[in-house]
């Protein structure tokens, strides 16, 4: 597996998905832009929300579009597209962008990730039981668990 894409887990924020990618070089996580705009609007088409609210910060002369990033993120159809990602800074500023009484709840929870992060930087079993938490959540183990089968030892 390519360095990349180890870093790269979905998160959760009230119950929708958020794609982001650790950058160790920079030691910041990338947030998939269209995931949060999708989770501030609760648009149905997130992609063309944030097209027009890209044109609209071009116009203003915002810096937040030239300092987004295209990444890799794998799609529902299990393929990877190039889609624009941002580190929290500019998610920060995004926010304020976007009228959304979601906006103090997304704040909050970007501070909490960050320092989640942290703490799993310094003890990796954190980092571990949160993946397991997640799993869980997503009922991927029980499809895993399906898939492994585990040869019985004998005694």
């Known amino acids: 597996m390519k360095k990349q894409e180890k870093s790269k887990v979905v998160t959760i924020f009230e119950g929708n998905q958020i794609r982001r990618y ?25 992609g063309a929300y944030w097209r027009k609210l890209k044109q609209r910060l071009n116009k203003e002369g915002s810096e937040i579009v030239t300092k987004c990033h295209e990444l890799k993120f794998m799609a529902k159809d299990g393929k990877y597209y190039a889609s624009d990602a941002a580190n929290t800074t500019v998610i920060l500023r995004l926010i304020q962008s976007i009228p959304s009484p979601n906006a103090e709840p997304f704040k909050l929870w970007l501070a909490r990730v960050g320092y989640e992060r ?19 959540q997503k009922g991927v183990l029980s499809q895993l668990r399906r898939q492994i089968r585990v040869p019985h030892h004998r005694s």
């Open 22 to 46: 650790w950058d160790e070089d920079e030691e910041l996580w990338y947030f998939s832009v269209i995931d949060v705009v999708r989770v501030l609007t609760s648009s149905v088409d997130a």
């Open 118 to 136: 942290l703490e799993e930087t310094a003890d990796p079993e954190l980092a571990i039981n949160r993946a397991l938490k997640t799993y869980l």
